[in-house]
């Protein structure tokens, strides 16, 4: 599975921007989709995460309800919008894809096997 993440860019503090993950290659029957970041000097954190159909999702306190991920299966793409945005949201955004999940997604890094090259959101004041 490939992955391309894409829509990063600069925005002011509360501002928004939209990234998107697609999806190639190999198909499984069902996978869970999530989203991460990393910080200069920071390790990598968990962001949000769905579920194959779309029915469950999670997300890291320092995002709810700021930030919505969504999935369109018939186009292999799961998308972020991330709203109100602050500075400490800059980061590498990666999308990552977990087979053989069908319930709830995974929230921990090792539970995904196929990472997206990453894409740069830079969050100013």
């Known amino acids: 599975v490939q992955l391309q993440a894409s829509g990063g860019g600069l925005v002011q503090a509360g501002g928004s921007l939209r990234l998107s993950c697609a999806a190639s290659g190999r198909t499984y029957s069902s996978y869970a989709m999530g989203w991460f970041r990393q910080a200069p000097g920071k390790e990598r954190e968990f962001v949000t995460a769905?579920?194959?159909?779309?029915?469950?999702?999670d997300y890291a306190d320092s995002v709810k309800g700021r930030f919505t991920i969504s999935r369109d299966n018939a186009k292999n793409t799961v998308s972020l919008q991330m709203n109100s945005l602050k500075p400490e949201d800059t980061a590498v955004y990666y999308c990552?894809?977990?087979?053989?999940?069908?319930?709830?997604?995974?929230?921990?890094?090792?539970?995904?096997?196929?990472w997206g090259q990453g894409t740069q959101v830079t969050v100013s004041s």
């Open positions: 990552a894809a977990a087979p053989h999940f069908s319930g709830s997604p995974p929230v921990d890094s090792y539970e995904y096997n196929y």
């Open positions: 769905i579920s194959w159909s779309g029915g469950s999702a």
